[in-house]
Structure formats: structure tokens, C-alpha cells
């Protein structure tokens, strides 16, 4: 798989940037430099450019608990910051009492010729920080740990097994077992449900 180039650089877009919400393919969390899992314990977002109020992005810092995917360097205490830059308004606030996985990029990772059907992910406006993966327009990758995609995830990249077959396999079985298949045919609705199980209309008719 030829590394990502990290695009769409410093600034979060404001939300009227999207004139339609993407969506993104479990598969694209195989683009993470590092997948790991905690609890927030600081969130801020940081605004600089006075401007532009929807400009800027977030830093976590998190009580790390597991690294599931690459490696990541700790700080003091077992924390360990990231930002993240989005499309989207950043909450006010963060839940800080569930453990959450987050898959995160490399900020300064070289830019690579690219396919053009790869994903473009948002680049990091901190260079000595990691990244939350998200697409412009797309949702991130950020879940709470007990979370059907985090659950997949996990045991896609920790099974020994082909990472992207597997991730493939587990969603496929986890839809069906919901009922899900036979009514979402379509990808784009296919992938909201698996985030947005909960909703009325991707819940199992049975």
C-alpha cells in the first residue's frame, strides 16, 4: 500500500465548506500510522486566527491505555497529545469518562504520488503531534472503544489475519446479523449505518 499523501493542511474548513457530508470506508483506519486507545483527559480547541471563528483544531491529551496499532512516544504520566483538524465545529467538550479509539497519521509523513482512488486526509497543523484521521467532510475516526467500528477495528488489526479482509468480514457479518444487508444495498448508507447503529432507521426490523 503506497503511504498516503497528508493534504488539506493547516486550518480546519468551516462547515458550509461541505456542501454534503462524505463518508468514509472502515478500510481507510489501514492508512493510521498508529490506532491506540484511552481516556481524554484535556481537550482544547485552539482558535489562533481570530478571523475566522471556525478556523483552527483540537488537542487531546489523553490517558493512554493501549497502543493497538504502530508505535506512539508517551509522555510523563502516560499521556499522550494529539490534534485534530476537521471540516466540522469542534465540540465545546469532550466525553472524558469513556475510553475512545482513535486512529491518528504521521504529520510528517512524505508526500507520496497518490491513486486517484485513495482517500485525502486532513494534514497537521502541529508538526510535533500526530493526527486524527478524517477526510474532509467525512467523519473522523474517533470511537468509543466498546463501539461495533472499534471493536472491528481491533480485532482486525490485531488477529494476525489480512487486516483489510478481515475489517470486510467482520462488517459484512455484523450488518447481517443486524438484518441490515438486504435493506442497505448502497455503500454510502451501508457505512452510515455501521457508525450510526443506534438510529431508527438502521436498526434490524426482526
Known amino acids: 500500500m503506497i503511504r498516503i499523501a497528508i493534504l488539506f493542511g493547516l486550518v480546519s ?3 458550509h465548506a461541505c456542501i454534503m457530508p462524505g463518508s468514509s470506508e472502515l478500510r481507510d483506519v ?3 500510522d498508529a ?7 484535556e481537550y482544547e480547541v485552539v482558535n489562533p486566527w481570530a478571523r475566522r471563528p471556525l478556523a483552527g483544531y483540537a ?3 489523553i490517558d493512554l491505555s493501549r497502543v493497538v496499532h504502530g ?3 508517551v509522555g510523563p504520566d502516560n499521556e499522550f497529545m494529539f490534534v485534530w483538524n476537521s471540516s466540522f465545529t469542534f465540540p465545546k467538550e469532550f466525553d472524558r469518562e469513556t475510553p475512545h479509539l ?3 497519521l504521521d504529520p510528517n509523513a512524505p508526500l507520496l504520488p497518490r491513486e486517484n482512488s485513495d482517500p485525502i486526509f486532513f494534514g497537521s497543523p502541529r508538526k510535533d503531534m500526530m493526527i486524527v484521521l478524517q477526510e474532509p467532510c467525512a467523519e473522523a475516526f474517533i470511537y468509543k472503544e466498546e463501539h461495533p467500528a472499534s471493536r472491528m477495528i ?3 488489526l490485531e488477529s494476525g489475519r489480512d487486516p483489510e479482509l478481515e475489517l470486510d468480514i467482520l462488517r459484512e457479518y455484523h450488518l447481517r446479523t443486524l ?13 452510515y449505518c455501521w457508525r450510526n447503529l443506534n438510529q431508527p432507521e438502521c436498526r434490524s426490523e426482526r
Open 102 to 104: 482513535f486512529a491518528l
Open 13 to 15: 474548513s468551516p462547515l
Open 154 to 156: 481491533q480485532q482486525a
Open 179 to 191: 438484518g441490515l444487508r438486504n435493506r442497505f444495498e448502497d455503500a454510502e448508507t451501508w457505512n
Open 71 to 73: 508505535e506512539v512516544s
Open 35 to 41: 490506532v491506540v486507545i484511552g481516556r481524554v483527559k
Open 59 to 61: 488537542v487531546f491529551t
Open 30 to 32: 489501514l492508512w493510521a
